[in-house]
């Protein structure tokens, strides 16, 4: 056994989500303009982005991976923290370079940040032609037509129904393996710290018949594996009769012996948990409906609540195997007072009964991850450490920690003076880190000797003879390549881990 002591907490795909841009790929297309998108910030924003392709094509253009290529560039932004913005900032520079070069090159501002910031972006920014928010991508060819005209464009309306539903992604930088599915967008949670409400707008959840029949075509396509997206994934309600819905739990003479049999199990639940109302799905509902579209369809989702999230959904992911046994699952801090203060609306033994209850219903080997933030308003010593004492009950495999940034706008903004040093934060933050460390390498360590079905989702980024896939739990998991092949199931004995990554070698059964 070897554990390599790292810097490293996330996984790499993870850090890209947060920090890292993603940019589309080239398209193949003669005589059309070049779209080029940088995506920031989370998965929910990588998947508009994909949204905003589909509307492009649509609109006559294909896109292209080089900025020097294009005839538009829109970088879809995030808002969460200042140090985002600040990427965003410094990637402007740089484009008001290339618009000197290129002056019939249009800029545009996509996402959180654009909605956080309207008109003053355009002030603030001069290299900007076009600003749109994040409900406002049908309107973005004609945004780009006013542009095209010499006129500055803006849509930053926030809309109460808008979900996307109709339209189609387009998966063009993809493993081709795994893709996001968004069920629902915007939030009702008004937590202090937070801006999504007000750049995103007010909940509003996704017809259930869309989500499969996308999950359903991704199936079709090759996909195994889909990531349900939602601001709060478990708060998903949709109301409407679901035709041919089952109203029981699956198996029986309902689906047919045969089919009951190769139906995936994980462990038995009482099935009053899964007879829904026809009237309303819920996510519980929504997670068993994507789950049957077939066994070897791997189901993931982001983010929970810890309000929010139900038995009904713990025991759906226990019934079925292709759920993955996996749940992100915020915390924010470690301390009741300091939970009030951020109106995440429960307090410490609240959340501990969640984890209490996950591991009760899902086994000690689920994997729990979390966001930590150091450094809230007020926040003393004492409270710091019941954070740390909190992460010390849990043992998540891992976490997004961040240092408080002070977002305008919010209610901390308003009602709370950011008055911790910013030594003390990253001290505190650091601190976090370390346990955190600890506790990722103490978890990863529990598979060694563990046999782990990982679905391969393509080559080692540090060698081209090794492959690298995700288990249950939503670790990367390393091996060497052999005859195996991106997209298909491979049972690996994981024989030695750092605190990040998971290593073995491929077995039979």
Same mark, same amino acid.
Request: charged share 25%; glycine share 6%.
């Given at each position: 056994?070897?554990?390599?002591?790292?810097?490293?907490?996330?996984?790499?795909?993870?850090?890209?989500?947060?920090?890292?841009?993603?940019?589309?790929?080239?398209?193949?297309?003669?005589?059309?303009?070049?779209?080029?998108?940088?995506?920031?910030?989370?998965?929910?924003?990588?998947?508009?982005?994909?949204?905003?392709?589909?509307?492009?094509?649509?609109?006559?253009?294909?896109?292209?991976?080089?900025?020097?290529?294009?005839?538009?560039?829109?970088?879809?932004?995030?808002?969460?923290?200042?140090?985002?913005?600040?990427?965003?900032?410094?990637?402007?520079?740089?484009?008001?370079?290339?618009?000197?070069?290129?002056?019939?090159?249009?800029?545009?501002?996509?996402?959180?940040?654009?909605?956080?910031?309207?008109?003053?972006?355009?002030?603030?920014?001069? +290299? =900007?032609?076009?600003?749109? @928010?994040?409900?406002?991508? $049908? *309107?973005?060819?004609?945004? &780009?037509? /006013? !542009?095209?005209?010499?006129?500055?464009?803006?849509?930053?309306?926030?809309?109460?129904?808008?979900?996307?539903?109709?339209?189609?992604?387009?998966?063009?930088?993809?493993?081709?393996?795994?893709?996001?599915?968004?069920?629902?967008?915007?939030?009702?949670?008004?937590?202090?710290?937070? +801006? =999504?409400?007000?750049?995103? @707008?007010?909940?509003?959840? $996704? *017809?259930?018949?869309?989500? &499969?029949? /996308? !999950?359903?075509?991704?199936?079709?396509?090759?996909?195994?594996?889909?990531?349900?997206?939602?601001?709060?994934?478990?708060?998903?309600?949709?109301?409407?009769?679901?035709?041919?819905?089952?109203?029981?739990?699956?198996?029986?003479?309902?689906?047919?012996?045969?089919?009951?049999?190769?139906?995936?199990?994980?462990?038995?639940?009482?099935?009053?948990?899964?007879?829904?109302?026809?009237?309303?799905?819920?996510?519980?509902?929504?997670?068993?409906?994507?789950?049957?579209?077939?066994?070897?369809?791997?189901?993931?989702?982001?983010?929970?609540?810890?309000?929010?999230?139900?038995?009904?959904?713990?025991?759906?992911?226990?019934?079925?195997?292709?759920?993955?046994?996996?749940?992100?699952?915020?915390?924010?801090?470690?301390?009741?007072?300091?939970?009030?203060?951020?109106?995440?609306?429960?307090?410490?033994?609240?959340?501990?009964?969640?984890?209490?209850?996950?591991?009760?219903?899902?086994?000690?080997?689920?994997?729990?991850?979390?966001?930590?933030?150091?450094?809230?308003?007020?926040?003393?010593?004492?409270?710091?450490?019941?954070?740390?004492?909190?992460?010390?009950?849990?043992?998540?495999?891992?976490?997004?920690?961040?240092?408080?940034?002070?977002?305008?706008?919010?209610?901390?903004?308003?009602?709370?003076?950011?008055?911790?040093?910013?030594?003390?934060?990253?001290?505190?933050?650091?601190?976090?880190?370390?346990?955190?460390?600890?506790?990722?390498?103490?978890?990863?360590?529990?598979?060694?000797?563990?046999?782990?079905?990982?679905?391969?989702?393509?080559?080692?980024?540090?060698?081209?003879?090794?492959?690298?896939?995700?288990?249950?739990?939503?670790?990367?998991?390393?091996?060497?390549?052999?005859?195996?092949?991106?997209?298909?199931?491979?049972?690996?004995?994981?024989?030695?881990?750092?605190?990040?990554?998971?290593?073995?070698?491929?077995?039979?059964?």
């Amino acid at each position: 056994m070897t554990l390599i002591p790292e810097l490293t907490i996330l996984q790499p795909d993870d850090k890209e989500h947060i920090d890292l841009p993603r940019t589309l790929e080239d398209e193949l297309a003669v005589g059309k303009k070049r779209l080029y998108i940088e995506s920031y910030g989370c998965q929910m924003n990588f998947a508009d982005s994909e949204i905003v392709a589909a509307v492009m094509r649509n609109a006559g253009y294909a896109t292209t991976s080089s900025a020097d290529e294009a005839d538009v560039i829109f970088l879809n932004t995030c808002a969460i923290r200042d140090n985002a913005e600040q990427k965003v900032r410094h990637r402007l520079k740089h484009l008001t370079g290339l618009k000197r070069q290129k002056p019939e090159l249009l800029v545009g501002m996509l996402g959180c940040m654009a909605e956080r910031l309207k008109t003053k972006l355009l002030e603030e920014e001069k +290299v =900007v032609d076009i600003v749109a @928010g994040p409900d406002a991508y $049908r *309107d973005i060819p004609k945004l &780009v037509e /006013e !542009a095209e005209s010499g006129q500055k464009a803006v849509n930053v309306f926030l809309s109460r129904e808008e979900t996307y539903a109709d339209i189609s992604p387009i998966r063009l930088n993809s493993n081709g393996v795994t893709a996001f599915v968004s069920i629902m967008r915007g939030c009702d949670n008004m937590c202090s710290f937070c +801006v =999504v409400p007000f750049t995103r @707008g007010r909940e509003r959840s $996704r *017809d259930p018949f869309s989500i &499969v029949r /996308e !999950a359903q075509d991704l199936f079709d396509q090759g996909y195994r594996e889909v990531t349900l997206l939602g601001q709060n994934v478990d708060s998903y309600k949709w109301e409407g009769v679901v035709l041919g819905a089952r109203t029981g739990p699956p198996g029986g003479e309902e689906r047919g012996e045969e089919d009951a049999s190769a139906t995936p199990h994980r462990r038995a639940a009482p099935s009053s948990l899964l007879t829904p109302n026809t009237n309303i799905t819920t996510f519980a509902h929504l997670l068993e409906m994507v789950a049957q579209i077939h066994p070897d369809l791997r189901v993931r989702f982001s983010t929970s609540h810890p309000k929010d999230i139900t038995d009904d959904v713990l025991h759906t992911m226990a019934r079925y195997d292709n759920i993955c046994n996996y749940i992100h699952l915020p915390a924010q801090s470690g301390n009741s007072r300091v939970l009030k203060l951020m109106n995440r609306t429960y307090d410490r033994p609240w959340y501990i009964g969640k984890i209490d209850r996950i591991r009760e219903i899902l086994g000690e080997d689920c994997g729990i991850s979390t966001d930590m933030i150091s450094g809230f308003c007020t926040e003393t010593e004492d409270e710091h450490q019941d954070s740390l004492s909190l992460m010390d009950y849990v043992h998540y495999d891992y976490a997004y920690m961040f240092a408080y940034s002070e977002r305008p706008g919010t209610l901390a903004a308003k009602k709370y003076a950011d008055d911790i040093p910013e030594d003390v934060k990253k001290r505190r933050l650091n601190e976090i880190i370390a346990r955190q460390l600890t506790h990722s390498a103490a978890r990863n360590q529990r598979h060694i000797g563990q046999v782990q079905r990982v679905l391969i989702e393509g080559t080692s980024k540090r060698s081209d003879d090794f492959l690298c896939g995700r288990n249950d739990q939503n670790k990367m998991v390393v091996f060497p390549k052999g005859n195996h092949q991106k997209g298909q199931y491979v049972n690996v004995l994981v024989t030695e881990c750092t605190s990040a990554t998971l290593r073995g070698e491929v077995v039979n059964a």
